[in-house]
């Protein structure tokens, strides 16, 4: 990300994750006890979109509500993807303003 200061804003304001700190051109957030690191690209090498990032979310429907009601552009809406040993997983995809692709995860009971 060039402008890390416009994807701390996103991040931050439309996702709604917590920011821990900025340091030496880099912020950083937390998710659930995982930390995410925003930063230019180190090289030319690595200048472009990077992982799927999934966030697990206890109610997929409201989430997806509530970022879509912040101005997140949703590529797929809450869908159900598998279903194994008696549980369903639920994706929606949606990209950041950078084009990472970003996901949002659910587990929950198959019935």
Do not use: Q
Not at 44 to 56: A, L, N, T
Not at 82 to 109: H, Q
Request: glycine share 10%.
């Amino acid at each position: 990300m060039h402008d890390v200061g416009a994807a701390t804003a996103y991040y931050r304001d439309r996702l709604g994750m917590r920011l821990l700190f900025e340091a030496g051109g880099m912020a950083f957030f937390d998710c659930g006890g995982i930390r995410l690191m925003l930063g230019p690209p180190s090289s030319e090498e690595h200048d472009h979109p990077g992982s799927i990032v999934y966030f697990e979310v206890a109610d997929i429907e409201a989430a997806h509500w509530e970022l879509e009601a912040r101005g997140v552009e949703f590529m797929r809406a809450p869908g159900r993807v598998a279903e194994v040993d008696g549980t369903e997983l639920w994706l929606a995809f949606f990209r950041d303003p950078w084009e990472n692709v970003l996901a949002l995860m659910s587990e929950v009971p198959a019935g």
